[in-house]
């Protein structure tokens, strides 16, 4: 079956063992970052970091050797680089910050994501749609409700709520893997 073939019939073209070491990987995350939120966060935060540093100097790279949108690259290039580095020498205070400074719009996000599941979910999309715009709604409330109460509970809450959907994720993933490989 062609890739083509594929994304037409709704197949995934992946691997079975492809997702589910996306499923394995995933429970595994979820599972630290509700255990050991802290670490986690910061472990993770050092990831993004280390990728924003990388992607900044890959689009600055890009400018010579494609020079259309060089000004947008030349601007991420540089915010990037930037960002990577305060992030890679400030790890706690940036595990802090960035969960902080994300909160709002996850929780903004939530709530529209989750009014647009259980809108979807009352049209016609399921049961499975309204439970996860019922819960998006929930965890949007409770991610606005703890901002800016107290930083370092807004951070562990953010690792929680990830660890949570990284569970349930993982999980999915690794049912959707054996199913695929039937």
Known sequence: MTSMSA????????????VLLNGIAGVIIGFLLITSPAG???????????YWFISGIFSIVAIFID?????????????GIIAGI???NHPLWSAVLLPNVLILILGIEGLIIGVIGLIQGFRGAGWGAIILGALSVVFGI??????????ILTAVTVAWIGGIFALVAGIGGIFAAFRMRK
Request: proline residues 4%; aromatic residues 14%; without cysteine.
């Open 86 to 88: 305060v992030v890679l």
């Open 7 to 18: 994304k037409a019939t709704g197949v995934s073209a992946l691997p079975w063992w492809l």
């Open 40 to 50: 986690t966060l910061v472990f993770l935060i050092q990831v993004i970091g280390l």
């Open 142 to 151: 409770i991610l606005i409700g703890a901002y800016g109460n107290n930083p």
């Open 67 to 79: 020079s259309t949108g060089w000004g947008w690259n030349l601007f991420s290039g540089i915010l």
